[in-house]
């Protein structure tokens, strides 16, 4: 007996709504864990940058409300998989780590891979909103990724400048 497999009707404008769903899951889960993190480490600066990028998490999230608005929907996440095991593998550096010269080390790594999963997600969407016609959606995604860039930079230069030397020097 063969199975017809009959073409989905959704589209790109399905398609950005769900990651938008996905990001803003992901956006509010970042939120809940950059207070662990900056509380775990011992480096000040570091402690700094991710005390930082939670401010303009919560920025990131109103935005990402204003985007929801603009496209009719009401703001609601998607479990993200992807940020759900980059936090768990967070926690798990700040417990097998804890006390240790490398903690540091590890988890600005662990914000990286955070950072470039939201540079890739918002630099898709951002296409995605253009190709759509979605001007405002544009404009906010657009600072939203040119501030995920900023810290990405922000924090290699603090792991090249001190945090990576000092869990090397331990």
């Known amino acids: 007996m063969a199975t017809t497999n009959k073409a989905s009707t959704k589209g790109l404008t399905e398609l950005f709504h769900g990651t ?7 956006e509010k889960k970042i939120l809940a864990t950059l207070p662990k993190m900056a509380k775990a480490v011992q480096s ?9 990028h939670r401010g303009e998490t919560k920025e990131h999230v109103a ?13 609601q996440g998607k479990t993200c998989a992807a940020i759900v095991g980059m936090t ?3 926690a798990e550096i700040m417990e097998e780590y804890k006390g240790a010269a490398a903690l540091d080390a590890g988890l600005l790594a662990a914000a990286q891979a955070v950072e470039h999963y939201e540079i890739s997600r918002y630099g898709t969407l951002l296409t995605w909103a253009s190709e759509l016609g979605l001007d405002e959606a544009v404009s906010l995604l657009k600072l939203t990724l040119g501030e995920e860039k900023a810290t990405d930079e922000a924090l290699t230069q603090l792991a ?11």
């Open 88 to 90: 768990e593998e967070g």
């Open 160 to 170: 090249e400048s001190t945090v990576n030397m000092a869990a090397e020097a331990a």
């Open 63 to 75: 935005r990402l409300e204003e985007v929801f608005e603009v496209i009719g929907k009401k703001p």
């Open 44 to 52: 000040p600066d570091l402690k700094a940058a991710f005390e930082k």
């Open 20 to 26: 938008l769903k996905d990001i803003y899951f992901a």
